[in-house]
């Protein structure tokens, strides 16, 4: 089964709500539309009505029947301020609480926080900083964990890998860069993977020396000690990782190397970097980032993002509502 459909399957809650701040945008627009029209997801934008109005105009979409929250219009808006001063303790007064509801991010995420939203989607238009700071600070992070990532998923008809830290941590440390791979070992389960974890370098089982080839070294060590469960190796080059010849050649013995299908880059840079050469030379389709670690699923979107990535993003968003509402249940 295409990936697109296998997470429609995961939709198994009804009515799950997914926020959208950038509804002016014309590629979010469309995503939340497609939604309305699909019935899986109860789409809601937010953004200026006569804006969404125009953008409707201009690009031909039927906007009959959303649900559409203008800022500074939202019925419970008191609540948010009270509650998002509250969640700040100390760190913000009610004045400025009250303006900060005035960005579309903040109002999507208090949404989500205070349960009139399941999930939310932005970042089409905003900065990665711009869309996730709220969540970092309303939403935090999960018990047990120490930093939010950003994963993409990416697929090529039936190829289908994960990359991380791609979105979020400028420094990273040998813990750090664990951490990642351990959250993403569980994102990849929780979407259907048999996760194989390449912990990538430009040196393969000490090929080369120097400090940031033993940092990843020595994150691949303290993954294996605290989770003897994970397929993890490192450090790998991305031929030893992707390719069995040459993992043969480079890591032979490895259960990873030549089959990895989810890569753990060494920082910031490579991830970014790494995954936008798969997309755009590559001609994969990447989702993401999504953000693993919050306590709530809030995702961002780059702002080269099309409609369809958009819309994807938003499935994936309510894949994790499902999941976070099933974990609620138990
Ligand atoms: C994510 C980012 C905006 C955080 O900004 P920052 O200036 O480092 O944030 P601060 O140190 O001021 O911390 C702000 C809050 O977020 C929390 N925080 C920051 N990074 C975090 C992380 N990775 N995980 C969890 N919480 C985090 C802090 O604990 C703090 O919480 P508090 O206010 O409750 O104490 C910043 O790291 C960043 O810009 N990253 C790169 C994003 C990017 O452009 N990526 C490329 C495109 S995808
Ligand atoms: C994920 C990402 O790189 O976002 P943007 O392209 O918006 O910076």
Redesign the pocket.
Known sequence: MAFIEYLRTRITHKGIRIVFPEGEDPRVLWAAVEHQKEGLVHPIVIGFKNEIEATAKRENIDISGLEIVEVGQFEHNDELVEKFVER?KG?IDETRARAQLHDPNYLGTMMVYAGYADGMVSGAVH???QT??PA??II??KKGV?????VFILFRGKECYLMAD?????EMDAPTLAEVAVTTDEAAKQFGFDPKIAMLSFSTKGSAKSDTVKKVEVATYLVKESHPEIKVDGELQFDAAIDPEVAKKKAPGSDVAGQANVFIFPN?ECG?IGYKIAQRLGGFTAIG?ILQ?LNMPVN?L?RGCTKEETYQLSLITAVQACIAKDEQEK
């Open positions: 700040r760190k900065t990665t900083g996730i700071l970092l600070q935090k992070t120490n930093r939010v990532s950003g791609c979105a979020i941590n400028t910031l970014n980032p670690g961002d780059s």
